[in-house]
């Protein structure tokens, strides 16, 4: 299934939002998500479902003032 | 000071962004002696992961996390960047920037009471950066926010407190908020004026990393700014016009 990942398309083989994070490299990472524009929360994640063309915000921690 | 129920220490609030590098970073965080450092969200490789080394790192500081919204130029932008800096930080505090113009990062001031208010429903404990007008003050603190950060100047600019009379008036009038020049602060001395007016603190981050000297400017900063508070508790003398001499006159030899 093809996603956008940060405005890059990505293939992911899994359905659900952190399965897909996993395949994609980011298990065990401090992140925060967002699909389609809405935030998904860490623990909402193994419930979310994706689907053919869903944008994915994966954001972490960076300096900032 | 007070903020949210949580006794702030240091009346230095500071960036992490723009430093020369990450070791000069955590030396200029220690030297400023801040419990507080604002830090941002952004886009994470999962190759990369370059926000989890910087992760690391502030964590071993040992400071409070005051995550921003920078960059958002929507109440939408903001308030989700929020609920992602909440479940990243696990801190219901936000530095929430609304922005309305590109080249002054003026905060639109419509669409940050509006995301204050959906914030602070939603239980969050908002920092608003504001202007210095009243009315927009008015409106934050009844939508909830406890602390109000009016800015000096155009961010990054180093122009200092550009409308001092603003400034002077939003804490007269706000006795008991407190109140953080947040933004535009270039110098030491423009902190320890804010601080002389009866700011409560001084947020700021250029000033310092892009310093020939991050670390030793940061040092500087937290004198200025203790050193502020402390006049303003002195109760500084009231100016005048005409000179009035410190020596007296009586028991002057007569030369003539």
């Known amino acids: 299934m093809k996603i956008t990942v940060n405005g890059v398309g990505r293939e992911v083989r899994s359905t659900m939002l952190a399965e897909a994070l996993e395949e994609l ?17 860490t623990a909402a994640r193994s419930s979310t479902v994706l689907a053919e063309g869903d944008q994915v915000e994966v954001v972490a921690p960076m300096q900032g003032g | 000071m007070d903020i949210y129920g949580i006794e702030i ?63 958002c130029y929507s109440v939408k932008e903001a308030v989700t960047t929020a609920q992602m800096a ?25 669409g940050l009471v509006e995301a204050a208010t959906l914030l602070a429903e939603d239980g969050f404990e908002v920092f ?29 600019s180093g122009k200092g407190l550009n409308n001092v009379f603003g400034l002077r008036t939003l804490r007269a009038h706000f006795p008991e908020v407190p109140l953080i020049v947040d933004a535009g602060i270039g110098l030491p001395s423009h902190a320890a004026a804010a601080m002389e007016l009866g ?25 200025a700014i203790e050193a502020g508070r402390a006049a303003f508790l002195a109760a500084p003398m009231e100016p005048r016009d005409m000179a009035s001499p410190s020596t007296p006159l009586i028991g002057k030899a007569s030369l003539e």
């Open chain 1, 25 to 41: 490299d980011y298990a065990t990472a401090v992140i925060a998500t967002a699909l389609n524009g809405h935030f998904v929360a």
């Open chain 2, 9 to 71: 220490v240091s009346r230095l609030l500071l960036g992490s962004g723009k430093y020369p590098s990450p070791t000069i970073m955590t030396e200029a965080v220690v030297a400023s002696g801040t419990g507080i450092v604002t830090v941002s969200l952004r886009r994470e490789s999962g190759t990369q992961r370059s926000g989890q080394d910087f992760w690391a790192m502030i964590r071993g500081l040992g400071v409070r996390i005051l995550p921003n919204t920078a960059g």
């Open chain 2, 86 to 110: 909440r479940d990243v930080f696990g801190t219901s505090w936000i530095k929430l920037e609304v922005i309305g113009d590109a080249d002054t990062l003026q905060p639109d001031v419509f």
């Open chain 2, 128 to 156: 608003p950066y504001t202007t210095e007008d009243l009315v927009v003050a008015e409106r934050l603190l009844e939508a909830g926010c406890r602390v109000l950060m009016p800015w000096a100047s155009p961010i990054g």
């Open chain 2, 199 to 223: 700011y409560d603190a001084v947020l700021l981050n250029t000033a310092v990393a892009m310093a020939g000297d991050p670390v030793a400017m940061a040092g500087a900063f937290a004198k």
